[in-house]
């Protein structure tokens, strides 16, 4: 019955590919001929080249390798065991990954001793805890879907706990650990705003070295190189989790079953409480650090800070500019989104290449992105350098990616049955999609909407090269008040960071409570 809506799934194309082509293909396209019209690629053999690059990928190997070993007790629990606040434990573990890395950075700045500040110990430090929650997503879900007679059959053969999970359990989920750790791999190798804040001059990555070329030392031919050398790494890690994804999808297609079970000894007890409280305490601990310091001038409880933000005309208007942006991603996105999405779904397998299409603006980083836009819009006629409508279709570039892939399972599993009849009755295309489809989709389009939002308030990459007088956001705000001397100012910058903490909470807890009623 999907064939009732292929003739209108040529014209919701239309949109998402003039969106992409314009402020995505043609940027990158820039980038690479700019570069390649320059002789600046020796800039990659030259030692501080050498010693950025390096940097960048053993802090991301160690931060993988790390945040894997912490995730497996948290995934293991939460996908085995039913237990008081469980649901609570889920939710809470996954805020970290939706902050904004700047704040994720501005809790370690003040968590973490003063002498491991600007070290690379404090960059893999906030970057396992901005990561571990995805990763136990990633593989509870999976490890939900192992079916428990396997444990059982192991058992009853004398397998111990340690040998069914070494030689069933581990086994069944290495897809699922080699996806998630190239994802956190990638989050890790492209990170900015963490390095930009924890990092300092002497502890670069690509990411945040493109941005000094280009918008300190004035190299933009160096930046371009750089971020060519980026995107080729991006693109192949892209290419090993998308083969992964779907050899996973092709061999684990198969019914969830329920391996919740109510904790059966002390020890179990034991465990679980143990986990639990280490993974509330680890997330909980940064936020409260935040909060504290925002209402905390020398030893003395002043809420100077609070009242400065919602007075001082500069702070409130970032305030209302990140408001006005979020409003604006959260429209666009979620309608390109949706129209990519029931593009890709209803309409024939030649509309595929929309998935490819769309998922460009991760290949290519924030920071790349906003350094082609910058580039790319700077010249007659079409000169957009000062308009401010620059950064919020960053924002929504970035956003249109995660937006489309939650809404693009729902839409899939739609029910035909409910078509057929409503088609059967005589409904039109259009009131057929409206009543069923939209109705049936509509958690799933809030979900998206929220994450559009955290994504705007968070963004920090492409903003920090889009960004002009007057337009600046709540993560550009947090990194000049940072960079001001004076307690007073940077609690201002904390006050600021706690705003955008309980943004993100809310966003989680309507993401979590349309998830749950999906499966009601």
Not at 73 to 96: C, E, Q, Y
Not at 201 to 222: H, K, W
Not at 493 to 512: N, P, R, S
């Amino acid at each position: 019955m999907i064939n009732a809506y292929r003739h209108t799934s040529k014209w919701l194309v239309v949109v998402p590919i003039v969106v992409m082509l314009l402020f995505v293909v043609a940027p990158v396209l820039n980038i690479f001929s700019m570069a390649i019209q320059i002789d600046s690629f020796a800039l990659l053999t030259s030692p501080t080249t050498r010693n950025v690059v390096w940097f960048t990928t053993w802090q991301a190997i160690i931060s993988t390798i790390v945040v894997l070993f912490f995730a497996m007790p948290i995934a293991a629990i939460t996908a085995n065991f039913d237990f008081f606040g469980r649901r609570m434990l889920i939710s809470l573990i996954s805020v970290p990954f939706i902050l904004p890395t700047v704040v994720v950075g501005v809790a370690f700045l003040e968590l973490l001793p003063t002498s491991i500040h600007r070290s690379a110990l404090a960059i893999i430090i906030a970057h396992i805890y901005f990561n571990f929650g995805l990763v136990v997503r990633i593989i509870s879900t999976r490890w939900q879907q192992i079916h428990p007679y396997l444990d059982d059959a192991a058992r009853t053969l004398g397998a111990s706990r340690t040998r069914l999970f070494l030689t069933v359990t581990l086994p069944l989920l290495k897809k699922s650990l080699r996806s998630a750790g190239l994802l956190v791999f990638l989050m890790c190798f492209t990170s900015y705003g963490v390095v930009r804040i924890l990092g300092g001059p002497a502890r670069s990555t690509i990411e945040t070295e493109i941005y000094f070329r280009a918008m300190q030392l004035g190299d933009v031919s160096g930046a371009l190189v750089l971020s060519i050398s980026q995107l080729l790494v991006v693109g192949v890690l892209i290419l090993f989790m998308t083969q992964i994804g779907t050899t996973k999808s092709a061999e684990f297609r198969q019914t969830v079953y329920s391996r919740i079970r109510r904790p059966q000894n002390f020890g179990q007890k034991l465990f679980i409480a143990s986990i639990a409280l280490i993974s509330t305490v680890a997330v909980l601990a940064p936020l409260i650090s935040v909060v504290r310091r925002s209402i905390l001038v020398g030893d003395r409880v002043n809420f100077f800070a609070w009242h400065k933000i919602l007075t001082d005309p500069e702070i409130f208007k970032s305030l209302t500019t990140s408001l006005k942006y979020a409003a604006f991603t959260i429209a666009v996105s979620t309608t390109i989104g949706l129209f990519s999405a029931c593009a890709v779904i209803y309409g024939s397998t030649r509309y595929k290449f929309l998935n490819i299409l769309t998922a460009l603006p991760v290949v290519v980083s924030a920071v790349t992105l906003g350094l082609g836009l910058i580039i790319t819009f700077d010249v007659n006629p079409i000169d957009w350098r000062g308009a401010w409508l620059m950064m919020p279709i960053a924002h929504c570039l970035v956003a249109i990616p995660i937006v489309m892939r939650i809404i693009s399972p729902t839409i899939r599993d739609l029910p035909n049955g409910l078509r057929d009849a409503s088609q059967t009755l005589g409904a039109t295309s259009w009131k057929m999609w409206r009543t069923i489809d939209l109705r049936i989709i509509q958690p799933a389009l809030l979900t998206a909407a929220a994450v559009a939002c955290a994504v705007s308030l968070g963004e920090f990459g492409a903003s920090s090269f889009l960004v002009r007088r007057n337009n600046e956001t709540l993560p550009l705000m947090i990194s000049q008040l940072l960079s001001r001397p004076g307690e007073t100012i940077q609690a201002q910058a904390y006050a600021i960071a706690t705003l955008l903490i309980v943004a993100c909470v809310a966003i989680i807890g309507v993401v979590d409570y349309f998830g749950t009623e999906k499966h009601r």
